[in-house]
């Protein structure tokens, strides 16, 4: 098998120098073509995989620290691959179409091809170091997005941002050294360390699992670490808010799946976890029901989409784990859609208050049935990616917790009829308009119609991905 990892990692890294070097618009399209053929290669990856049936033995490119035995070494699994192809969607279409003003193109091209190296090279980390180092390139990457790039009170959402993640990424750290320390042979390897996590005392596993949940929990986010995520939103660019919640909370997501894989004490907290997760998920979509600005809501929704994760996750089930990689596969492509067409009605309209924006259909119709059709993927329709991922969670959240892992459902179905409401008022009603001060251009429309297709595509066709679960 190609080094498929190595040389999507190389063509990111020549294309952010090539990027970081040009000027206006010419830096811009060298980006979308290095994330072009990052994609590319993203998805002849998958199709190898499922094509040889085998995620290979990995790639180890060189020594990075040998006195640690540290190398910079990947790894494929079912749970990485799916992760690492949505981010490669996730930000093409970033760079394509996220700059809805095509303002400081240099800078914003930059950052977004700096975290989707990040992203890929986090999903696919063979070891824990590599993971701690990849998920700080991106926690700065998208700081820096947020302090450079956004609205008025960017810099205090930005900050605010800044003292969260420092946190998850101290606790992250704490958490590794920990598990480097009480291994038997040190190692930050994550195939090793899942062998024999059995032989580390259960008192050490659970301090362990307390750590690194806590630093997961803060990244997804989940109540009650969560207050950083709607600031950051309502502040960022259209750019930043579409990596945010597509893909930067996914770190979050891909550290819960490996936690609860690697220690056998995580099994003793199922029951925990999930009752945090349902509560997280009603709560969420409450606090949305009184918020105004759409930004802000779509925010929201990713709190609550990724308590229904977690939901998956704590069942510790094929169907749980298999239905959570589907779920954040799903929200990636949805919350990166629905988030392109928010900003896209706050360039036109200079406003995003749903109170005061109507009548949207009137001036655009391919960005109101864009968030019509986002609302119907994030609540899962049929034939929508989100449906597969719900339908799988809620499988393994039965199967581990009886009836009362369906719980979570209401909070979907609350979550579904407020949105209705809200592109209801917003998008399709005629009864008053609002006047546009601008118009998006094809590059919008293409991201739209970009990212419907795979949600189509990998709603109508769920056996691609669920042949790398064995399901």
Same mark, same amino acid.
């Given at each position: 098998?190609?080094?498929?990892?190595?040389?999507?990692?190389?063509?990111?890294a020549?294309?952010?120098?090539?990027?970081?070097?040009?000027? #206006?618009? =010419?830096? $811009?399209l060298? %980006?979308?073509?290095?994330?072009?053929?990052?994609?590319? &290669? @993203?998805?002849? *990856? /998958?199709g190898?995989?499922?094509?040889t049936?085998?995620?290979?033995?990995?790639?180890?490119?060189?020594?990075?620290?040998?006195?640690?035995?540290?190398?910079?070494?990947?790894?494929?699994?079912?749970?990485?691959?799916?992760?690492?192809?949505?981010?490669?969607i996730?930000?093409?279409?970033?760079?394509?179409?996220?700059?809805?003003?095509?303002?400081?193109?240099?800078?914003?091209?930059?950052?977004?091809?700096?975290?989707?190296?990040?992203?890929?090279?986090?999903f696919?980390?063979?070891?824990l170091?590599?993971?701690?180092?990849?998920?700080?390139?991106?926690?700065?990457?998208?700081?820096?997005?947020?302090?450079?790039? #956004?609205? =008025?009170? $960017?810099?205090? %959402?930005?900050?605010?941002?800044?003292?969260?993640?420092? &946190? @998850?990424?101290? *606790? /992250?750290?704490?958490?590794?050294?920990?598990?480097?320390?009480?291994?038997?042979?040190?190692?930050?390897?994550?195939?090793?360390?899942t062998?024999?996590?059995?032989?580390?005392?259960?008192?050490?596993?659970?301090?362990?699992?307390?750590?690194?949940?806590i630093?997961f929990?803060?990244?997804?986010?989940?109540?009650?670490?969560?207050?950083?995520?709607?600031?950051?939103?309502?502040?960022?660019?259209?750019?930043?808010?579409?990596?945010?919640?597509?893909?930067?909370?996914?770190?979050?997501?891909?550290?819960?799946?490996?936690?609860?894989?690697?220690?056998?004490?995580?099994?003793?907290?199922?029951?925990?976890?999930?009752?945090?997760? =349902?509560f997280?998920?009603?709560?969420?979509?409450?606090?949305?029901?009184?918020?105004?600005?759409?930004?802000?809501?779509?925010?929201?929704?990713?709190?609550?989409?990724?308590?229904?994760?977690?939901?998956?996750?704590?069942?510790?089930?094929?169907?749980?784990?298999?239905?959570?990689?589907?779920?954040?596969?799903a929200?990636?492509?949805?919350?990166?859609l629905?988030?392109?067409?928010?900003?896209?009605?706050?360039?036109?309209?200079?406003d995003?208050?749903?109170?005061s924006?109507?009548?949207?259909?009137?001036?655009?119709?391919?960005?109101?049935?864009?968030?019509?059709?986002?609302?119907?993927?994030?609540?899962?329709?049929?034939?929508?990616?989100?449906?597969?991922?719900?339908?799988?969670?809620?499988?393994?959240a039965?199967?581990?917790?009886g009836?009362?892992?369906?719980i979570?459902?209401?909070?979907?179905?609350?979550?579904?009829?407020?949105?209705?409401?809200?592109?209801?008022?917003?998008?399709?009603?005629?009864?008053?308009?609002?006047?546009?001060?601008?118009?998006?251009?094809?590059?919008?429309?293409?991201?739209?119609?970009i990212?419907?297709?795979?949600?189509?595509?990998?709603?109508?066709?769920?056996?691609?991905i669920?042949k790398?679960?064995?399901?």
């Amino acid at each position: 098998m190609l080094p498929f990892i190595g040389i999507m990692l190389a063509v990111l890294a020549l294309t952010l120098v090539a990027s970081a070097m040009l000027k #206006g618009n =010419a830096s $811009r399209l060298a %980006a979308i073509a290095g994330s072009a053929v990052a994609a590319v &290669l @993203a998805f002849a *990856l /998958l199709g190898t995989v499922l094509y040889t049936g085998s995620f290979g033995t990995g790639e180890s490119l060189a020594s990075y620290i040998p006195q640690l035995n540290v190398l910079l070494d990947f790894r494929l699994t079912a749970v990485s691959l799916v992760l690492i192809v949505m981010a490669s969607i996730v930000a093409f279409v970033t760079l394509l179409s996220g700059n809805v003003e095509m303002e400081r193109l240099r800078v914003s091209s930059s950052l977004v091809l700096l975290f989707e190296l990040a992203a890929i090279g986090l999903f696919s980390s063979a070891n824990l170091l590599l993971f701690f180092i990849f998920w700080d390139v991106g926690v700065v990457a998208l700081f820096f997005m947020i302090y450079m790039l #956004g609205s =008025a009170n $960017r810099r205090h %959402a930005a900050m605010k941002f800044l003292i969260y993640e420092l &946190l @998850a990424s101290l *606790l /992250l750290l704490l958490g590794i050294m920990m598990v480097y320390f009480y291994t038997p042979i040190h190692s930050f390897d994550i195939a090793y360390i899942t062998s024999v996590a059995s032989t580390v005392s259960k008192s050490t596993q659970g301090l362990i699992f307390f750590v690194l949940f806590i630093a997961f929990l803060i990244n997804m986010p989940v109540f009650p670490v969560h207050l950083w995520l709607p600031d950051a939103h309502t502040e960022a660019s259209t750019q930043g808010s579409m990596l945010l919640s597509g893909v930067l909370t996914k770190f979050g997501g891909y550290g819960m799946l490996l936690l609860f894989s690697m220690l056998p004490i995580a099994s003793a907290y199922m029951v925990p976890v999930m009752i945090l997760a =349902a509560f997280s998920a009603f709560y969420s979509v409450l606090v949305l029901m009184v918020q105004h600005d759409i930004k802000r809501i779509v925010a929201y929704t990713t709190i609550v989409e990724m308590s229904i994760i977690l939901v998956g996750i704590a069942s510790l089930s094929a169907f749980g784990t298999a239905g959570a990689t589907y779920a954040m596969l799903a929200h990636g492509l949805t919350v990166a859609l629905m988030f392109l067409a928010a900003g896209s009605v706050g360039y036109m309209f200079a406003d995003r208050d749903i109170r005061s924006v109507s009548g949207v259909v009137r001036n655009t119709i391919s960005t109101t049935y864009a968030f019509l059709l986002g609302i119907f993927a994030t609540t899962g329709v049929p034939l929508t990616t989100a449906f597969i991922g719900d339908v799988l969670i809620f499988i393994g959240a039965i199967g581990a917790f009886g009836i009362y892992g369906a719980i979570p459902l209401a909070a979907l179905a609350l979550l579904g009829a407020f949105l209705y409401y809200v592109v209801n008022r917003s998008f399709l009603s005629v009864k008053r308009k609002s006047n546009a001060v601008a118009y998006i251009g094809r590059s919008q429309n293409a991201g739209y119609a970009i990212l419907l297709f795979f949600i189509l595509l990998f709603g109508i066709l769920p056996f691609v991905i669920l042949k790398l679960f064995g399901i």
